[in-house]
Nanobody
Framework: QVQLAESGGGFVRAGESLRLSCKCSGLTVSLNTMRWYRQALGKQRELVASMNSDGTTYYTDSVKARFTISRDNAKNIVTLQMDSLKPEDTAVYYC??????WGQGTQVAVSS
């Protein structure tokens, strides 16, 4: 059974950082395409960042140079380092595997 569990969300001020983690079981992160999505209140869920099995990464324009996706193969964890946070980054962040498996989400709130 595949399970994805996010952690690391919280309430911060603009310009601060947060590090989200997605601990995976039943699935090997290094062999799959892992993604971080977010959904702000009243908005559609959007793709934030992804990492393919070969290590290729993708970032949506609004987070480029501020967010970094990475993985720890030994711990089977995918992380999203978020720096220079902005109020518009406020959302529930979800970990996703292969566009099929989802975590429960973790709330990120950024005040101005």
């Amino acid at each position: 059974q595949v399970q994805l569990a996010e952690s690391g969300g919280g309430f911060v001020r603009a310009g601060e950082s947060l590090r989200l983690s997605c601990k995976c079981s039943g699935l090997t992160v290094s062999l799959n395409t892992m993604r971080w999505y977010r959904q702000a209140l009243g908005k559609q869920r959007e793709l934030v960042a992804s990492m393919n099995s070969d290590g290729t990464t993708y970032y949506t324009d609004s987070v480029k140079a501020r967010f970094t996706i990475s993985r720890d193969n030994a711990k089977n964890i995918v992380t999203l380092q978020m720096d220079s946070l902005k109020p518009e980054d406020t959302a529930v962040y979800y970990c996703n595997a292969n566009e099929y498996y989802w975590g429960q989400g973790t709330q990120v709130a950024v005040s101005s």
